[in-house]
């Protein structure tokens, strides 16, 4: 079968929907097993993450997070690199938001100080992406590992910085003192509440603007630029690349360090954004899931996008299915993984038919 007569519209946007169709139908079994009407339990998860301002404001807040982790995969992929350390990066990537904002938030304008925040932020999640890309490209050590390896580093060492060094006398909780108010991002209630539109008060912010306009610097980076080029050459056949002279040790750090910069600027939505302090665990697994993002937006930046608002979907409509029927909260992970295994392993299960269907269609149209 040649995969160059079927159109990119089959494996880009049919294939997908067929994969997310099949988890929610296995889905529907799971409500039933727990004595839930499926069709109730769907109204109900899309009321309450579309049909009000607050339920959009939720989900668009944790698809921000997602677009920023599964942009972060998505770079690295292209490389043929398989980034599993963007919860590290984040975490570590918080810890750059969280000192600008500590020392600098009650003494720097905003104008100034959310710059600073989106560099330091970036760079901090950028350097603990390099050492992994360093050993990769230099020393032959798996990245797979050394990103796994990385996220446990991460976490012990925010756990050390955040009881021994940033926790506040007099309390117990390991988390920062909370940042000076002029520090913090505006949401985007207040925003249009300042030209007259109400909205319910959300943690959606304006760095969902930020996640767009990364989204489009990295479609702009991988195909409309010389490094793009690069980095998706060695992603291709990496033989052929250092045969047309692409230095793959070049290309592996780029990619990383993009990765982890990416990743890096998840905690100004949500320490930044909301917290407005450094808390322990605040990437509460949005590192990994944005492995499933990435997979699920086929690695393109308006496909990393509309996963995302799949996933701040899941987020905000299991929370609203967990209030209604009293199921456990974790239910949401079920659906997360139920997409999941549709859409990546057994993604190519529907694929051959769906493509030999299209074929035979298009050949009787012909004859």
């Not at 995969?3 to 099949?22: G, H, S």
């Not at 296995?26 to 769907?42: G, H, K, Q, R, T």
Request: hydrophobic share 55%.
């Amino acid at each position: 079968m040649s995969q160059a007569r079927v159109p990119a519209w089959i494996t880009v946007v049919l294939l997908p929907a067929i994969n997310i169709l099949m988890a929610f139908l296995v889905s529907a079994i799971l409500f039933y097993y727990l004595d839930i009407n499926p069709l109730e339990a769907a109204t109900i998860m899309w009321q309450g993450a579309f049909s009000s301002g607050e339920g959009i404001g939720f989900t668009l807040y944790y698809a921000t997070g997602f677009i920023f982790t599964g942009l972060a995969v998505a770079v690295a992929f292209h490389a043929g690199l398989f980034n599993i350390g963007g919860e590290g990066q984040a975490y570590i990537g918080g810890l750059g938001v969280g000192l600008v904002c500590l020392f600098l938030g009650d003494t720097l304008p905003f104008v100034v100080l959310l710059p600073l925040a989106i560099l330091v932020g970036g760079l901090f999640g950028a350097a603990w992406a390099f050492i992994p890309a360093w050993l990769q490209a230099k020393r032959g050590s798996h990245i797979v590992i050394t990103t796994i390896m990385f996220n446990f580093i991460a976490s012990s060492l925010m756990a050390y910085l955040l009881v021994d060094i940033f926790k506040p006398a007099g309390t117990m909780a390991p988390e920062s003192r909370v940042f000076a108010e002029m520090s913090w991002l505006p949401k985007l209630s207040d925003l249009l509440a300042a030209i007259g539109i109400e909205m319910t008060p959300t943690p959606l912010n304006i760095s969902f603007f930020w996640a767009l306009i990364c989204a489009l610097l990295v479609w702009l980076f991988i195909w409309r630029s010389r490094w793009g080029y690069e980095l998706r050459a060695v992603g291709a056949n990496q033989s052929a690349a250092a045969y047309a002279g692409i230095h793959y040790s070049k290309v592996v750090i780029l990619a990383m360090v993009i990765s982890g910069m990416l990743a890096g600027f998840f905690a100004l939505n949500v320490l930044q954004g909301e917290l407005h302090q450094i808390k322990l665990n605040f990437v509460e697994g949005f590192g990994f899931t944005g492995i499933a993002v990435a997979l699920m937006g086929r690695n393109h930046p308006i496909g990393v996008i509309l996963a995302s608002l799949l996933f701040g979907f899941l987020y905000q409509g299991g929370a609203e299915l967990s209030f209604e029927f009293g199921v456990d909260r974790n239910i949401v992970v079920v659906l997360q993984g139920l997409v999941i295994l549709f859409s990546g392993a057994l993604e190519h299960m529907f694929r051959p038919r769906l493509e030999a269907a299209y074929l035979k269609l298009t050949h009787k149209a012909e004859v």
